[in-house]
């Protein structure tokens, strides 16, 4: 969600995507020592972060508040700068073949692990065959399916050691394609590629026994308050670090971690309050940082369990009856209503649409009730769900307002769990407790494939159970396709007939939003909303 879903926004789920609404407050200074001159001793940057980790192991890692730490405390061959540009990384240059399947990268002679010792290509080569393999049950094994072997292995068919990657040298890294894909250096710059000095240390979440490749590596985890990284030494490009010390502080309740940020307690945040962004950008436009986002936010319906894996009809009636304007009008977070899965802004992509969009609200809501009552449910026989989501208010509110929908239209009586997030990581892979479940994608690449793998009969991010092997195959046909016309019209293709099974009710789409302090410099806006430590800088004030 990407949930996220982050779990989950990717997810990253599943990366893990949340909106957080907070109230307005007054705007402080920061707090922390600082020298006569005005310029901290020792720059600390202090984040605010929405959720706790799940994990900060590359392999486990489904969720954006994981994988936000994760971007700083690993590096791929690749990294993305702050805009979103690709550059290297680990690798210092690589180069491709006249087929554009064959990659060859050089790793740098002075790349080190935080414990001084070199990386080697044969490190990399391990952690991706430990993500794909299926005892690992990695969230994050289909970034890595177009490397020529990887579907078979994370379908159990071939051994990890099947993958087309070798290693001949220390520092020489060869990576075989099932096709041309010229988005392969931006994957590789995410938390599913990085590399790993040992499983042990992939594990720990000890900083008496962390390792990792990364600008910073992990200094203490309090759990339920905040997780504290200092400057990597041993990091190749540390002379571009500027943070000594970054603190993630957890803050789950939205009005916690705005008022932490007016109190001069946090540097930066990664949500907004929503009713007041109006008064932000006329009161302090220069802390109030909004990009648009590649993130989708839906409600996952259960194809596993009855009532709703056998009645088509019935699952289009509940996503017809909700109102999504209305619902992102009162929700003021910036978003825009979904109706479609794949969000605009996606590479070489058109917007889908669920093929009712355009119908005015009363003969919407007449075609919902009407399928609703073809479906064998009316005021004598209601529907009874259960709608499972992660403890946040921005994702209540939506939920209360969802379930009022239903109500009203179709007469549908709705229970309602919310669960703290560590715990809704878990139910939401038991289909015994939920039969809509909210969740979201954020993007981990900038392309549609991204967003319709998770939708695979095989992908551990189908949380619904959804299977139609018209639409796997038109994926597969995709990822086989040289000519970008083709491939996009097959990924078009693929997402209309899934829109048309109805296994998902997709409801918005994300902007990204985050107040930042005007000293902190270097925040930029992109469309992946991936916002380093790295890059970022303490301005004397």
């Known amino acids: 969600m990407k949930i996220g879903i982050v779990p989950m926004l990717g997810q ?20 922390g020592s600082e020298q006569s001159s005005g310029q901290r001793s020792s720059p600390e940057l202090t984040r605010g972060l929405g959720g706790e980790p799940a994990s900060l192991d590359p392999a486990a890692a489904a969720d954006t508040f994981s994988t936000q730490v994760i971007q700083d405390l690993y ?47 044969q490190q990399f080569l391990k952690s991706w065959q430990r993500v794909l393999d299926p005892r690992q049950a990695s969230p994050v094994a289909s970034d890595l399916r177009l490397i020529v072997g990887a579907a078979a292995i994370i379908s159990g068919k071939s051994p990890p050691t099947a993958l087309g990657v070798t290693a001949p040298s220390a520092d020489v890294l060869i990576v075989t394609l099932e096709r041309p894909a010229p988005y392969l250096p ?46 990597n030494v041993a990091y190749w490009d540390r002379t571009n670090v500027m943070i000594e010390h970054v603190k993630y502080q957890f803050a789950p309740d939205q009005n916690a971690q705005f008022a932490a940020y007016r109190a001069g307690q946090l540097d930066m945040t990664d949500t907004v309050p929503p009713n007041a962004i109006d008064s932000l950008r006329q009161e302090h436009s220069k802390e109030l940082v909004i990009a ?30 909700i109102d999504r304007r209305r619902l992102v009008a009162a929700l003021a977070l910036g978003q825009t209503s979904a109706y479609g899965f794949v969000p605009p802004g996606t590479w070489n992509y058109e917007l889908q649409h ?23 449910y009316s005021g004598a026989k209601q529907l009874h769900l259960r709608l499972l989501f992660n403890s946040n208010p921005s994702i209540k509110q939506t939920a209360i307002m969802v379930a009022a929908m239903w109500k009203e239209v ?41 967003f319709l793998d998770i939708l695979r009969s095989n992908s551990s991010n189908n949380d619904t159970g959804y299977s139609n092997p018209s639409f796997d195959r038109s994926l597969d046909e995709a990822a086989q396709a040289i000519d970008p016309e083709i491939r996009r019209g097959l990924l078009e293709g693929a997402e209309r007939l899934m829109l048309a099974d109805y296994p998902v009710i997709p409801l918005y789409f994300f902007v990204s939003k985050r107040l930042v302090k005007p000293y902190v410099s270097g925040v930029r806006p992109n469309a992946l909303d991936r916002v380093g430590s790295k890059s970022l800088v303490i301005l004397p004030h």
């Open 186 to 231: 931006q994957l590789l710059a995410h938390s599913a590629a990085f590399p790993i000095y040992s499983e042990s240390t992939a594990r720990s979440h000890d900083s008496n026994t962390w390792v990792s490749d990364g600008p910073f590596v992990l200094s203490s985890w309090l759990p339920g308050t905040a997780l504290d990284l200092r400057r």
């Open 292 to 321: 648009p986002y590649l993130a989708t936010a839906y409600y996952g319906l259960n194809l596993a369990e009855q009532p709703l894996q056998a009645s088509l009809k019935l699952r289009k009636s509940l996503s017809m009856a």
């Open 410 to 450: 179709l007469g549908v009586e709705t229970v309602l769990t919310d669960e703290e997030f560590r715990v809704f990581l878990q139910s939401r892979h038991d289909k015994q407790k939920w039969d809509v479940v909210r969740l979201a994608w954020n993007a981990d690449y900038n392309d549609a494939s991204n």
């Open 75 to 121: 590096e791929g061959l690749t990294r993305e700068t702050s805009t979103g540009e690709v550059v290297p990384g680990v690798a210092s240059s690589w180069t491709v073949d006249s087929t554009g399947t064959k990659y060859t990268f050089r790793l740098r002679p002075n790349a080190k692990w935080s414990n001084g010792e070199p990386i080697t290509a």
């Open 354 to 376: 669920l093929d009712w969009e355009k119908l005015g609200d009363g003969d919407r809501i007449a075609e919902a009730q009407r399928l609703y009552l073809e479906a064998g």
């Open 12 to 31: 990253r789920l599943i990366r893990i995507v949340f909106l957080l609404g907070l109230t307005a407050g007054i705007f402080g200074c920061s707090q």
